[in-house]
């Protein structure tokens, strides 16, 4: 499926999976659970089968669509394209001859820049030399608190080209991380009714470390009511750094 994207860091997303299930802190509102609900509800075909009550719900069940596997091919214009924004492409149900598959659209359409971003990073890491890894793919892990800081040894496990953190929804103060081999870090707050309450410090903290450590910095928003509600200037000015060039073949 791919749709004009609203993440300011991308610009299309591609769901050849959908479905997934929580597993850490920053799933508890898990937008793309709550927006399968709703297409399930509209009698979106993608969205028909449930998981579990527990971990996942309407609509949220892991469901592979070969369908859409080819969907980036057809894309003539260059373009950002973020891959599973509906799941966890490293999730235990999607089979790792179905993940190669996936890489093997990504590299046979270099004329895009693809971002995925897991929160998975132990299955990621134990699986990632059986993976052919294309060149024009950004890997990303979450490290939304203290007790996801592991992810960012798994995602330097992997020969990804391009590795970037993605600090969002901010739930704690991150000090000391190190950034070693790490490309870029977006950081940003939570939003929706029961958003999560994220402290100033610490979004200057994580802006300090990528200063002094040379990593691309992105402060994507405060969070509030709405994604947009309270803005996204920290100090006086937005952040908007990318991975240097060279560093990634660039869509456009
Ligand atoms: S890993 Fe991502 S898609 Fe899966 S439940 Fe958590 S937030 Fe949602």
């Avoid at 996801?148 to 993605?166: E, H, M, W, Y």
């Amino acid at each position: 499926m791919a749709s004009n994207s609203n993440i300011e860091w991308t610009e299309s997303t591609w769901n050849p999976v959908t479905g997934c299930d929580k597993v850490a802190a920053g799933c508890d509102n898990c937008y793309a659970l709550t927006l399968s609900k709703r297409l399930k509800a509209m009698g979106a075909a993608k969205y028909q089968n449930d998981g579990s009550p527990a971990t996942s719900g309407p609509g949220f069940g892991v469901t592979l669509h070969r369908a859409a596997l080819d969907q980036p091919r057809k894309w003539k214009t260059p373009r950002v394209v973020f891959v599973n924004s509906m799941s966890d492409l490293f999730h235990a149900k999607v089979p790792v001859s179905y993940v190669q598959d996936i890489f093997d659209v990504i590299a046979d359409t270099p004329q895009h820049t693809y971002q995925a971003l897991t929160k998975r990073a132990h299955r990621m890491s134990r699986i990632a030399d059986k993976l052919n890894w294309p060149a024009n793919l950004w890997m990303g892990v979450t490290v939304e608190n203290q007790a996801a800081v592991g992810r960012i040894d798994q995602l330097r496990d992997t020969p990804a080209k391009v590795r970037f953190l993605s600090c969002e929804p901010l739930l704690e103060s991150l000090p000391a991380l190190d950034l070693e081999g790490i490309h870029w870090l977006i950081a940003g707050g939570e939003s929706g009714p029961v958003r999560r309450p994220m402290n100033e410090e610490w979004a200057r903290s994580l802006r300090d470390q990528c200063v002094e450590q040379d990593v691309a910095f992105f402060f994507k928003q405060w969070g509030g009511r709405t994604p947009k509600a309270n803005g996204r200037v920290l100090d006086g000015r937005t952040w908007d750094e990318m991975p240097p060039r060279g560093d990634y073949v660039m869509a456009s």
